[in-house]
């Protein structure tokens, strides 16, 4: 049984942090020793583009081929076309293609566990397995939910996202009933937060009324900073690019929170086996 943790980097709100998230917090586990790999489940390869690879179109293995590939029965070697980022981590790029997925999973005879089925023979390679799914809820995206086994939600803290948060948790709820009994909610991030203003302080305040009883938030929060939008077009990490900044000390201390969280768990199922 593998230990690898799969954690699907979701919200169908756009411009919540979702891509930088899942950059800083693959690194930052990356610099804790864990191997990762971080998935681009967005036809708009923000998070290839990202890391570097700034012609996604010119990729000619991505998440849609390995995806097509499991449909088809075609997988040759499952590791073909994986990339190396130089701070540590792994991608499995995407580009345009990802988007007929939409159509192609509708007509598959596994169209809710196709991503599944492909992350099974590669999961024994890593610890974690992040996935940056895209601001939808397609089938992509509960392709990703299926192959997960847990979402860690950013929710900009700068207007009250209820009325979205609550079809999100409708979603994973049935995703958790109908297709993967072991989906859990690992917690919301705070991102792109202004402690200077009243209304991102008012906002966190009702997250955490509304939603903090049932649902952990984490501590760290994301503070917003011009620094963190720069490194999208730098092809590198906030630690590289500017790792004295708060951002940095945030998204490290947020990645020490997940590995946390991941220890208190796996003490919890040692004490339930034994």
Known sequence: MSNCKTIAICNQKGGVGKTTTTVNLGIGLAMNGKKVLLIDADPQGDLTTCLG???TDDLSITLATKLMDVINRTMNDSMVGILHHEEGVDLLPANLELSAMEFNLMNALSRETTLRNYLNKIKNNYDYILI????????????????????IIPVQAQYLPAKGMTQLLQTVSRIKECINPNLN????????????????????????????????????????????????SKGKSIYAYEPNSKVAKAYANFTKEVLANGRTKERFYSDEAR
Request: aromatic share 4%.
């Open 53 to 55: 690879w700034q012609n």
């Open 132 to 151: 940056d799914c895209m601001p939808s809820l397609g089938m992509v995206t509960i392709n990703a939910l299926s192959a997960a086994d847990s979402v």
């Open 185 to 232: 909610i690992d917690g919301i991030l705070l991102t792109l937060v202004d402690n200077r203003t009243n209304l991102a302080k008012s906002t966190v305040e009702a997250l955490r009324r509304n939603f903090g009883t049932h649902i952990n938030m984490y501590k760290n929060n994301i503070p917003i900073a011009v620094k963190a939008a720069e490194t999208s």
